[in-house]
């Protein structure tokens, strides 16, 4: 019964780290979430240098304020269907960990919905899809308002080697 109950605390825990406050956002007509603390700021899209030799997910670097910040498509980093850029098209500018360093890197996403509060409770496990899908990047499905919102472990989105590559790009 021990080791039961310890299982459970465990798993209570896991979900209590993922309760707190999300940046939601629109790809392709679903719902995501990022984690507050990992945004630093949002903004609408700009001029971006295309950088020979880099993966179709990776659009290239921005200069936002002097900092050269690389960005990724995360329609083309899904395997999303591609789409015209929009007037609510923009770039949310997040702070990734990857090996101990921290990464600034924007996301083109089609558009900002809105901050929410989502508790443990509304959380669930991502489905298992089987061996050959890789969803180690899902931190879970939040239930929502009837919907579903898709949130995301930001600092998994990329492979360790596509951080550092990212990380390089932008320097």
């Known amino acids: 019964?021990?080791?039961?109950?310890?299982?459970?605390?465990?798993?209570?825990?896991?979900?209590?780290?993922r309760e707190g406050k999300y940046l939601t956002f629109s790809l392709a007509g679903e719902?995501?979430?990022?984690?507050?603390?990992?945004?630093?700021?949002?903004i609408g899209m700009m001029t971006i240098t295309i950088v020979p030799q880099?993966?179709?997910?990776?659009?290239?670097?921005?200069?936002?304020?002097?900092?050269?910040?690389?960005?990724i498509d995360l329609r083309a980093k899904f395997s999303i269907q591609q789409a015209e850029y929009t007037e609510r098209t923009c770039i949310i500018v997040v702070e990734i960990s990857a090996k101990g360093r921290?990464?600034?890197?924007?996301?083109?996403?089609?558009s900002v919905s809105e901050v929410l509060n989502i508790k443990s409770a509304d959380i669930e496990e991502t489905p298992a899809f089987g061996t050959k899908l890789n969803?180690?990047?899902?931190?879970?499905?939040?239930?929502?308002?009837?919907?579903?919102?898709?949130?995301?472990?930001?600092?998994s989105v990329l492979s360790v080697e596509e951080a550092i590559l990212m990380d390089r790009v932008g320097t």
């Open 31 to 42: 719902e995501y979430g990022i984690g507050i603390l990992k945004v630093k700021e949002i």
């Open 135 to 155: 969803t180690e990047f899902i931190l879970g499905l939040a239930k929502v308002g009837g919907g579903i919102k898709i949130l995301l472990d930001i600092d």
């Open 1 to 17: 019964m021990g080791e039961h109950a310890t299982v459970i605390n465990q798993a209570v825990k896991v979900m209590g780290d």
């Open 54 to 71: 880099t993966p179709d997910y990776i659009k290239g670097v921005i200069n936002l304020r002097g900092k050269v910040i690389p960005v």
């Open 102 to 110: 921290t990464i600034l890197m924007g996301i083109v996403v089609d």
